[in-house]
């Protein structure tokens, strides 16, 4: 099955400064790699999504990257602010709306 | 957008008891949802795809018996843990897809908090 790797576990930032957190998977036939935000107690909320047959995307301070021949994709977070501290997760999926593998988790502190 | 509602958010029970989570799809139809478990500071783990209208997929390592699914309906899935122990105190969180080729996105409830004494 499908094994996703996150890291760093946890990362600390001055406000505006930028946060890069890095997944690896290892099933090839994974096409859909979403990344949620979670705040503590609450669900997990999607901020940003990627789809095999892309290579970049971006959506205002937040941009996904993958390289499916090396099987990692990452999440960059621009221009950090306190409220963006919360943990992050990577996940992997056959395609969107399957079943869902997630990575380790990542406690991103951005300190004013 | 997709709203999946899950309740209770919070339930406290005596070890030996069961337990039942509901988690609804209100304004999408759902033939599939998934549940997930998660101890703190840890990520989320498949326990099981739940199917409308026929038996629930497991995990390895999730024992059926103990974990009952049922998806009766394409709007609603529940959990129901049977003979609770402290070590089932976990967050369950479901998650269902909105539908819809190429746009079908998973949206988790909000979670329920689990607490066994």
């Known amino acids: 099955g499908e094994n996703v790797e996150q890291h760093p576990s946890t990362l600390s930032v001055q406000e505006g400064d930028s946060a890069v957190i890095k997944c690896t998977y290892s099933?090839?036939?994974?096409?859909?790699f979403p990344w949620y935000k979670q705040e503590l107690g609450k669900r997990p909320q999607l901020i940003i999504d990627?789809?095999?047959?892309?290579g970049e995307k971006k959506d205002q301070r937040i941009a996904v990257t993958l390289n499916k021949t090396a099987k990692h994709f990452s999440l960059h977070i621009t221009e950090t602010q306190p409220e963006d501290s919360a943990v992050y997760f990577c996940a992997a999926s056959i395609y969107s709306g399957s079943r869902l593998t997630f990575g380790e988790g990542t406690q991103l502190t951005v300190n004013p | 957008g997709a709203v999946v509602s899950q309740h209770p958010s919070r339930v406290i029970c005596k070890s030996g008891t069961s337990v039942k989570i509901e988690c609804r799809s209100l304004d999408f139809q759902a033939t599939t949802m998934f549940w997930y478990r998660q101890f703190p500071k840890q990520s989320l783990m498949l326990m099981a795809t739940s199917n409308e209208g026929s038996k629930a997929t497991y995990e390895q390592g999730v024992e059926k018996d103990k974990f009952l699914i049922n998806h009766a309906s394409l709007t609603l899935s529940t959990l129901t843990v049977t003979s609770a122990h402290p070590e089932d105190s976990s967050f369950y969180i479901c998650?269902?897809?909105?539908?819809?080729?190429?746009?079908?996105?998973?949206?988790f409830g909000a979670g329920s908090r689990l607490t066994v004494l």
């Open positions: 990627i789809r095999s047959n892309v």
């Open positions: 099933d090839s036939a994974s096409n859909y």
């Open positions: 998650s269902a897809g909105n539908g819809g080729l190429g746009a079908n996105v998973l949206t």
